[in-house]
């Protein structure tokens, strides 16, 4: 495929995130604390993580190793990065996540599986198969360099929310369900969430791509609406949830 090609269908992958964005600010993704039965047949909550996540990974560095680009320092680092974050999400978050009974709808699932298929395809293709600028010259760009600053921020912050609602889940209160204290959860309700969009921020700053970019764009589009939901969640749930807390954005949002 030629770049033209490949870009335009990128720009129209990108455009159905934004779509995507307008619709969840109304309909609540139907998973964790938001399952909903009527959404077909479920299965278990850690089986659908992994299914879910699995193929990006697999994908990415599928395509990464099969195509024919110059496969040069930079590359390794930026694949090395990518399979970073999905060979925790895909393997270790779901073997070490305290769901016991909890499930997903089958279809929730499938439309992850479709997405990251897409998704890795775009990212792996291009950098194991169109890249112009991966040189090992590009690690000492300053785009590079800040990038890899921000992404390791944004990383840090998602591992270490994760870890404290993981160790929240230890004693069952009110359904499982707790009030996360301490960190960033004392400013917004949803620091993992935080953490990620920053996590990909900075993977499309160091990338400078365009399948990056719109990376990003997803991940924004997907969980800023869920961080929202989030919040009005535990509003709800829990009448002594603190008021000041905003959904992901510290003072912001």
């Avoid at 890249?131 to 360099?145: A, C, E, G, V």
């Avoid at 499309?204 to 997803?218: I, K, Q, R, T």
């Amino acid at each position: 495929m030629d770049k033209t090609a490949f870009d335009l269908l990128v720009w129209l992958w990108t455009a159905i995130a934004l779509i995507i964005f307008v619709v969840l600010l109304f309909v609540t993704a139907p998973f964790g604390r938001h399952t909903k039965r009527t959404w077909g047949p479920t299965i278990p909550d850690r089986l659908g993580w992994i299914i879910m996540e699995i193929p990006a990974p697999v994908i990415f560095l599928l395509l990464v190793v099969t195509g024919d680009a110059p496969k040069s320092v930079t590359v390794w680092i930026v694949t090395g990065l990518y399979l970073l974050h999905y060979i925790n999400r895909a393997i270790v978050y779901p073997l070490r996540i305290r769901t016991t009974g909890k499930v997903m709808p089958l279809a929730v699932a499938l439309m992850a599986v479709f997405f990251n298929f897409v998704n890795a395809g775009f990212l792996g293709y291009y950098t194991g198969s169109l890249h112009t600028h991966f040189s090992n010259d590009w690690l000492t760009d300053p785009r590079f360099i800040a990038g890899l600053a921000v992404f390791i921020t944004g990383m840090a912050i998602n591992l270490t929310s994760d870890e404290k609602l993981i160790h929240l889940r230890q004693r069952k209160v009110r359904d499982g369900y707790q009030i996360p204290r301490g960190g960033l959860f004392e400013k917004v309700s949803c620091p993992n969430f935080l953490g990620e969009i920053v996590e990909w921020g900075g993977y499309a700053l160091l990338c400078w791509s365009l399948p990056a970019f719109s990376f990003f764009v997803w991940t924004f589009c997907n969980l800023v609406p869920r961080a929202l939901s989030h919040n009005k969640w535990y509003r709800s749930y829990f009448p002594e949830y603190p008021r000041e807390r905003k959904a992901v954005f510290p003072y912001i949002l």
